[in-house]
C-alpha cells in the first residue's frame, strides 16, 4: 500500500524559503505521478506543481511559476516542494498527493507552513 | 479565480440524497472529461471519493457516485450519514500547462 509521509511544521520569515519533503513507500517510486497541493486558513485546496521523477518533468501553476521548485531524489524515495520569497499568504498546509487515472489518490498528512515575522 | 464553481453549501437530514455541482466557467478547463471529487474533514488529508466522472476508489461508499452533462459534473451522495458531513472539492486535469484546478468547495451539514 502507497503511503506518504511529509515533513514536519515549519515557521519562517517574511521573504524566506521552505522546502517540504515527501516520503514515499509502496510501489516504484520513479513511476510516481505526485503533486503538491495547499491548502491556506479558511480557503479551498489549491494545486501548486507535480512531477514525474521517470520523465524528469515537471509541471507548476502559472500562479507559482518562478516561486516553487519540484524535485524528486529516486535514491530516497522522497519529492521536495520548495516555495521562495514567502509571504504570509502562503501560510497553508501542504500536502504532496499521489495521481493516479488522474485522481489524488494517495495523500500525505499534510505539514503546516507559517510565515510571520 | 478558480475556473470550476461549487455551491457554498448543501444540506441534507439522515437518509436523505443531495448532489453538489461543479460548473466549468471557462474554456482553460478544455473538455473538462477527467473530473474526480475529494471530501475533507478538517483537520485531516482529503479523501479521493469519485475519478474519471464515475468511477469509485476501491473501499469507497457505493452512496457516492459521480456524473457529467456538459460544462457540469455532479457528485451525489445517497442514504446521508453523520459522517458525510465535510467539505466536499471537485477537479479537473485542464491541460498539459496548467494541469489541474479544484473547485471553490462545498460544505456539506447533515442535519
Known amino acids: 500500500q502507497v503511503q506518504l509521509v511529509q515533513s514536519g511544521a515549519e515557521v519562517k520569515k517574511p521573504g524566506s524559503s521552505v522546502k517540504v519533503s515527501c516520503k514515499a513507500s509502496?510501489?516504484?517510486?520513479?513511476?510516481?505521478?505526485i503533486s503538491w497541493v495547499r491548502q491556506a486558513p479558511g480557503q479551498g485546496l489549491e494545486w501548486m506543481g507535480g512531477?514525474?521523477?521517470?520523465?524528469?518533468?515537471?509541471n507548476y501553476a502559472q500562479k507559482f511559476q518562478g516561486r516553487v521548485t519540484i524535485t524528486a531524489d529516486e535514491s530516497t524515495s522522497t519529492a521536495y516542494m520548495e516555495l521562495s520569497s514567502l509571504r504570509s499568504e502562503d501560510t497553508a498546509v501542504y500536502y504532496c498527493?499521489?495521481?493516479?487515472?488522474?485522481?489524488?489518490?494517495?495523500w500525505g498528512q499534510g505539514a503546516l507552513v507559517t510565515v510571520s515575522s | 479565480q478558480s475556473a470550476l464553481t461549487q455551491a457554498a453549501s448543501v444540506s441534507g437530514s439522515p437518509g436523505q440524497s443531495i448532489t453538489i455541482s461543479c460548473t466549468a466557467s471557462?474554456?482553460?478547463?478544455?473538455?473538462?472529461?477527467?473530473v474526480s471529487w475529494y471530501q475533507h474533514h478538517p483537520g485531516k488529508a482529503p479523501k479521493l471519493v469519485i475519478y474519471?466522472?464515475?468511477k469509485r476508489p476501491s473501499g469507497v461508499s457505493n452512496r457516492f457516485s459521480g456524473s457529467k452533462s456538459g460544462n457540469t459534473a455532479s457528485l451525489t451522495i445517497s442514504g446521508l450519514q453523520a459522517e458525510d458531513e465535510a467539505d466536499y472539492y471537485c477537479c479537473s486535469y485542464v491541460g498539459s500547462r496548467t494541469s489541474y484546478v479544484f473547485g471553490t468547495g462545498t460544505k456539506v451539514t447533515v442535519l
Open positions: 512531477i514525474i521523477p521517470i520523465f524528469g518533468t515537471t
Open positions: 471557462s474554456s482553460d478547463v478544455g473538455s473538462f472529461n477527467v
Open positions: 509502496g510501489g516504484t517510486f520513479n513511476t510516481y505521478d
Open positions: 474519471e466522472v464515475i
Open positions: 498527493a499521489k495521481v493516479v487515472a488522474d485522481g489524488f489518490a494517495f
